[in-house]
């Protein structure tokens, strides 16, 4: 299984911060590995600059495909003002995966062209896989302290429906967290199987029609293919398909 890169964007309306993550997967056998390259946030951004922003980050040759290494993931939250920007980028020609988040909502699903999920889900499925040392930061990031600022200040409650909920303090942000977890989640939840590689070695069980006392051989293999169609009458000849093409 190949690693990939994932762009995530996080959009915001004018005032607020935008933010845009780069990370790799790594998928393994039992779970991915996330390192994170890149996690910025900008603010007061125009809908038209936010688009070119992530259209520029996901087209860097960089994150294409070469060896070892898929086709980029550019995702987006749909969400609010993400609608209009996710069909911005895809009349720019550019195929992004739509994130939904939903009231409740632990088990996903997907329509009208989005993944739908709750928020506390998603953000379940990230937490557990930092937890596990899965969500790599290297130690001299630039954005490192403000990514830590913000998990910090970032808080999971009971509400009074008995839900869990996830939201940054007042006053703080969850920008950046929420952009990275709908990254994390998406992988976490459709990663990339590995599919074991099959070895054809040949058929040896002896045929019905070959069995002892019809006077053949009590071995199958070898020439089985040649002697099932002189069997079903081509005499060895253009034996296609199970079917006797003479």
């Not at 994130?99 to 993944?115: C, D, L, R, V």
């Not at 967290?177 to 998406?186: G, L, S």
């Amino acid at each position: 299984m190949n690693r990939f890169w994932v762009i995530s964007l996080d959009p915001a309306q004018l005032y607020d911060y935008s933010a845009l993550v780069v990370l790799q997967c790594i998928p393994g056998k039992e779970s991915n590995i996330y390192h994170l390259g890149s996690v910025k946030r900008k603010q007061k951004l125009p809908y038209p600059e936010i688009v070119q922003w992530a259209e520029h980050v996901f087209k860097n040759p960089q994150f294409q495909p070469a060896n070892g290494v898929s086709s980029p993931k550019l995702m987006v939250d749909v969400g609010g003002v993400g609608r209009a920007l996710y069909d911005m980028i895809r009349a720019d020609g550019v195929e992004c995966i739509a994130i939904q988040y939903t009231g409740g909502g632990e088990i996903p699903s997907f329509a009208n062209g989005a993944y739908h999920i709750g928020k506390s889900a998603m953000v379940g499925k990230f937490l557990a896989a930092w937890d596990d040392g899965r969500v790599q930061v290297p130690a001299n990031a630039s954005f490192r302290d403000l990514l830590v600022n913000e998990l910090k200040a970032f808080r999971g409650y009971m509400s009074s429906a008995g839900r869990a909920r996830f939201e940054a303090e007042e006053g703080e942000h969850d920008d950046q967290i929420m952009a990275i977890a709908q990254a994390v989640w998406w992988c976490e939840q459709y990663r990339p199987q590995e599919i074991t590689k099959l070895t054809f070695t040949g058929a040896t069980r002896v045929p019905s029609w070959k069995q002892s006392g019809s006077g053949a051989s009590s071995r199958g293999g070898g020439n089985w293919f040649a002697e099932a169609a002189a069997h079903h009458g081509s005499g060895g000849g253009e034996f296609i398909g199970g079917i006797n093409h003479r």
